[in-house]
């Protein structure tokens, strides 16, 4: 038998088929597009999400099938913060608002100061910020009344799925804990926080323990989907803490790395980590996909910066990268100018996170020469990055525990250059893992934990999860950039005045 995880990321679904020993059967990926309908918005059509989702559940499940290897239970894991209304039929009455969209500013400032700063923090977890969906609903409760009035219920992108697929809209608790609504101790939603949006706990998804079984498909669910009828589904949970799972970091002093859109550093502790530093730096600490676990996230835009730059600045040449089969990593950095570039360049394309938590930042370039080019400006984004990184990571271990080495997996890891940079401007080790699709794997696992292939989270790491390779700081580069890292440093605190209020 084989076990699907699927990743509905924020601008494709990715599914993978593995073994039970963690090797990757079969993969299929499918991309939707994002959609900017005014000024800081950024919304999906949910069916195109839905078909993106199915197209590659089916083309994976085909493929493991075909190796002899069938699926027999899947679990669907999701970026956080993205939501869609509902009708009580189940059907979409608007495009998804996703987590990206930036446009609730005031409103989740509103949200902050009705609640407060830190009792909310120790509510959710969190900070308020306009990526979730309680400001945004309140935004459209402003400005887009009658869809708010029409919706049965608010699902995010994996209960979409599970409810297209004919099962019950389940989400779990570390997905929960993504909407500024959720007790993250008592794992359930806040009264006082619902009240204060105006909803009723049944508008929005009944949270359970990841790895739930949800139910198992029809025939009908199951013919769309390449699968036999009768495969179990698991409830999924939030892409992050299921990276983490799937780099099998989830005991303390294990410190996973997902780098994709976002960049999130995750470390797994038996409570929430809510304390004076972690408030300080705005931590994210919410419910893990493991049992009576937490997790407690240090995370900023990262290859979203570099996908920006690819596409806008960029396109001709990346495009000539295509047309020679090489990777656009690869392509420039070959070519990009020997040493640091001098360039301080902040990945805050769609606002700061960890440890600003500013909305209105935006990325900032300095260090520009009459030298400067497209290539050097590549370099100096995989430099930001990394330094963003070590920034975080130091935030991360002050806030929690002490840790040297990371797994990382995700996009970023395939450039070499940022692996370089980051390992040796945070002076940590860099682990790569056997298998790179970490938030597939931990959603696999969770599938196999549903199944009764693994007896729980840890039984299905040491199966399923190995360690292969580890990049060690180089103090030779380190020293090489302790300049630039340092001008880095002091770069946000000297221009966040240009983005209050």
Not at 279 to 304: M, Q
Request: charged residues 20%; aromatic residues 6%.
């Amino acid at each position: 038998m084989s076990l699907l995880g699927v990743d509905i990321g924020s601008s494709s679904c990715k599914a993978a088929a593995f073994s039970l020993s963690g090797a990757t059967l079969a993969t299929a990926l499918h991309a939707y597009e994002t959609l900017s309908p005014g000024p800081s918005m950024a919304e999906v059509d949910p069916e195109e999400l839905l078909r993106a989702a199915a197209t590659a559940i089916r083309e994976a499940a085909l493929a493991a099938a075909a190796l002899g290897d069938p699926v027999e239970a899947l679990c669907v894991s999701s970026h956080g913060e993205t939501f869609v209304p509902v009708d009580a039929a189940g059907a979409p009455l608007a495009r998804g608002v996703m987590n990206i969209d930036n446009r609730a500013v005031a409103e989740a400032r509103w949200w902050e100061q009705a609640v407060g700063h830190e009792r909310l923090y120790r509510i959710v977890g969190g900070m308020a910020h306009p990526m979730y969906p309680m400001p945004k609903i309140r935004w459209l409760r402003s400005h887009r009344a009658d869809t708010v009035a029409s919706a049965a219920r608010f699902l995010g992108p994996a209960e979409l799925v599970l409810q297209r697929m004919g099962l019950p809209p389940l989400t779990d608790y570390s997905l929960a804990s993504r909407w500024l609504a959720f007790d993250i101790t008592k794992r359930r939603w806040s009264d006082e926080l619902l009240d204060l949006a105006g909803l009723a706990a049944g508008q929005l998804p009944e949270p359970v323990q990841a790895g739930t079984r949800v139910g198992r498909l029809s025939e009908e669910a199951a013919r769309t989907l390449g699968l036999s009828p009768g495969t179990t589904v698991a409830v999924g949970g939030h892409d992050q803490p299921c990276s983490s799972l799937g780099a099998g970091a989830i005991m303390p002093g294990v410190v996973s790395d997902s780098a994709g859109t976002y960049e999130c550093l995750s470390c797994a502790s038996p409570d929430p980590r809510l304390g004076p530093l972690s408030l300080k730096a705005s931590l994210n600490s919410y419910c893990h996909v493991v049992p009576d676990t937490y997790v407690t996230l240090a995370f900023f835009p990262s290859g979203i910066v570099v996908r920006w730059f690819l596409d806008k600045l960029a396109a001709a040449e990346a495009a000539r990268a295509g047309a020679a089969g090489v990777d656009p990593h690869e392509w420039f950095e070959t070519r990009a100018p020997a040493g640091p570039t001098g360039l301080c360049v902040t990945p805050h394309l769609i606002g700061a996170c960890n440890p600003y938590w500013n909305p209105r930042a935006t990325t900032a370039v300095i260090g520009l020469t009459p030298d400067s080019d497209l290539f050097g400006l590549y370099k100096g984004i995989i430099e930001g990055i990394a330094c963003e990184f070590a920034v975080n990571a130091d935030v991360l271990q002050e806030a929690t525990a002490g840790f040297d080495k990371v797994r990382i997996a995700g996009g970023g890891a395939g450039s070499a250059l940022g692996m370089r940079l980051r390992a040796s401007l945070s002076g940590r080790t860099l682990e790569t893992l056997g298998n790179p699709e970490s938030v597939c794997l931990g959603a696999a696992i969770l599938a196999g934990i549903a199944a009764g292939v693994y007896r729980d989270a840890r039984d299905g790491v040491a199966k399923a999860v190995r360690v292969v390779d580890a990049l060690p700081p180089d103090p030779d580069l380190a020293r090489a950039y302790a300049g630039q890292f340092s001008r880095y440093q002091r770069l946000y605190p000297a221009i966040a005045p240009l983005f209050e209020a």
